[in-house]
Structures are given as C-alpha cells and as structure tokens.
C-alpha cells in the first residue's frame, strides 16, 4: 500500500552547531545526518573534536568556514552568542564527561542545546542544567533516539487508551556482543571511553545502553520508577573497572514490577534493545531491530504484528511514519523525528505561540535527570550487595 505523501517544510532553516563529531567518531555524523533528512536546519559552527587538527579537518569536509570552527566549546559558546547570525541550537555529541559543562556554556548564553545521553555523570549537575534551560526558556532535548520511531509512538498511544489494561509487568532488555572482546585494547576508541569511569560516569552498560531501555519504558508507559535493585557485573575480558552486563529488578509507582537485563558480552546479539509491557488485558512488544513493527496481543484474542505504514496508527504516531509499509525506516528516521519535532517547536516558540504536548513530543531534561537518577540509584543498589533502594 503506497499512501504516504511528500512532508515538506516551507521556509524553516535554522542554523546549529555542533560540539563532538569530529572525523573518526560515531554519533555526530548520525546527528547530522538525521538533521539533513527534512532540511530544517543547517550546520554553521563546530568544534568537533578535542584535537583542533580535526576540528579544522571536519569542519573543511563540511564546508564551513574557519572562522566558524572553535578550538574549545567555551570559545564557541562566547563567540556564537555575539553573533548576528548565531546558531539557533547546539547538538552535543562528545563523550559523557563532557556534556554538563558544554551544555552550561550554551544554556548559560541563551543558546538552546540537544545533547546526547546520558545527560551527565550526576543528579545535581542535571537539576541545574534544567534550572538553567527553564531560567532562559530554552528548549532542551536529550536524544533517546529510540522514541523516535512511529512504533514506539503507537505503543505509548495504545497504552494511553487503555488497550492493555493496567501495566503490570514489564521485561526490557538490551543485549549487544561488541565487549565480548576486549575492543577497548583492540583501538576501538568508543570501547576505550566506554570503558573508562572517568569518561563514561560510573557505569558501562547501563549508562551507556540500559538507560534507552529506562527511558522507553518510561515513554511508552508514563510510569516512574518507585525502588530498584541491580546487580552490576563484569563477565567481559581483562580487569574491566565498570560493568558490562547488569540485571535490575523495578518497581513502579502503580505497583508494577520489572526487569532490565543488558549487556555487552551477549554473543549472537548486535543491538538487541526489545521491550515487552503486560496489561491485564494484553501486552506489547517492540524491538528495536525491527522498529517497523509492532507485536500486540489481547488476551483472550488474536495476536496481532503491527505493520508502521501498512496498518492503522492513530494519528499522532502516524505523523511520523515516513515511507510505506516494507520499507524500512530506522535508527536515522527515528533520530530525525526527534529534531523534527524539536526544531519545529524551536520555531513555534520564535514565533511566539503556545507550545502543545504533541509539540514538545521529544526526550528532554527531565528525561535526562531521571537517566542519571537510574544509573547511580543502579550503581549505588550494586555497590551495596544488591538491595532495594527507593528512587
Ligand atoms: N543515542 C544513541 O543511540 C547513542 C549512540 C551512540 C553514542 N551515544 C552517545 O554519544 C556520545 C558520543 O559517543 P560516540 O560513540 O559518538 O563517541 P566517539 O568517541 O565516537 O566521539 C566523540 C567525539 O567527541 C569529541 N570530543 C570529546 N570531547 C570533546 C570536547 N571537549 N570538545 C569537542 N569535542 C569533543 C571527540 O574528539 C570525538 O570526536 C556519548 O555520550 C554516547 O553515550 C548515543
């Protein structure tokens, strides 16, 4: 069935800048990629990489000009809030240890900021960048990217309605097998800072992968963590410092219970983010290898796999869908639904006019503290012989 037809955005074109991304490094690019997909805004300024060498290198290769490419991020804060024609938004995309204090630097010169996860190493740090963002009234998205995808959107709406009946149970798991090896003395950089507490926070697999899985969960079914326990593990190769697989009980603030299993040391598993919520009434699954469809059963009733632009979505989850039915979308559509959203709000807000939920449907700083609030109450339940604490 082809029935999707052409979204496109007359007139939009902000300007941003990015911090991180530099050549040789992962996220940035996707970034940058994901923004080019609707064309609503453009790179104007970076300062991509520690190495002022790369900076100038990536940014040549993006065709900007020098004097838009800054040798540090404090630098580039500075010199963009002067400008006549400053970026409308930063997109930070370094390692965790540097995202509190460039996010300061932006927020702290009026300049909203997009920044990756987790938001920061600590609660506190995460309370003032969203004192500051709501001080300036700026916008301020943290990329769980996953919630991106129109599956994910059609499975909080299903939820919301009430077609599964009261959650009750949840099972979220992340399994990934890159660390069976031991990468991060192999010259994989990205296994390198995973790796190290001083670049990654105090936790490898959950900060890194098992907070997508707190945030969907918290997306799709509104429900906050009331206590948890975790056990943090490390099964991987050599001396690891911080853990590469991790298990944690939940509870919910309604009474449900759960689980988080994720890891890095799953042989056989790439990237194999998969949740499934229990009703009393039905269940959901999504997975996000194969984020075009959606399993949902009823109890008592058929079960039902969900196919993103083939079936029915009701019309907010709709939105998002892009192509028809058997061509997948993925992890680039899914990040280029959050800018669209937020760039779109960002311009809305210009404007003047009133912001709705469905404006404002993209991960943000509260998102962002209740990731670091997950993984230091998991980091700290580990430490302590894994016990309940309450949240
Ligand atoms: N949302 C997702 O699905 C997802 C996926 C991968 C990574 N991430 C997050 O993205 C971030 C980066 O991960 P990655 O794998 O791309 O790392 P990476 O090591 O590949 O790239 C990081 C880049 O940031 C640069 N950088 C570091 N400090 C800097 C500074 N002070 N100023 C300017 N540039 C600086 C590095 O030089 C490098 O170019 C991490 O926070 C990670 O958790 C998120």
Known sequence: MIEQVADVEPGVKLRYGMVGGGQGSFIGDVHRKSIALDGLAEIAAGCFSRSVENTLKTGAALGLSNERLYKDFEEMAREEAKRPDKIDFVVITAQNYAHYETAKAFLSRGIPVVCEKPLCFEVSEAEELAALAK???????????????????????????????????INGEYPQEWLLAPAEKQGSKQAEWRTDPKQAGKS????????????????????????????????????????????????????????????????????????????????????????????????????????????????????????????????????????????KALVKQKEGKPLTDEDLDFPNVEDGIAGVKFIGKCVESSAKGAVWVNF
């Open 135 to 169: 001080q300036n009234n700026l916008l301020f998205c943290v990329t769980y990217v996953y919630t991106g995808n129109a599956t994910a959107k059609q499975a909080r709406e299903i939820v919301r309605r009430g077609e599964i009946g009261k959650i009750i149970y």
């Open 204 to 343: 490898n697999s959950i900060g890194d992968i098992g907070t997508h899985v707190e945030n969907m969960i918290s997306y799709v079914t509104g429900l906050k963590i009331k206590s948890l326990l975790a056990r943090l593990d490390k099964l991987g190769p050599g001396d690891r410092v911080l853990d590469d697989n991790a298990t944690v009980l939940l509870e919910y603030d309604n009474g449900a219970k759960g689980v988080i299993w994720t890891s890095q040391v799953a042989a056989g598993y790439d990237n194999g983010m998969r949740l499934r919520i229990f009703g009393t009434k039905g269940s959901i699954e999504l997975n996000v290898e194969s984020s075009n469809y959606l399993k949902l059963a009823i109890f008592g009733g058929a079960n039902a796999q969900i196919s993103r632009g083939r079936d029915p979505f009701y019309p907010h989850a709709q939105s998002y869908s892009r192509i028809p039915s058997g061509h997948p979308e993925g992890y680039f559509e899914a990040m280029a639904n959050l800018y669209k959203t937020y760039i």
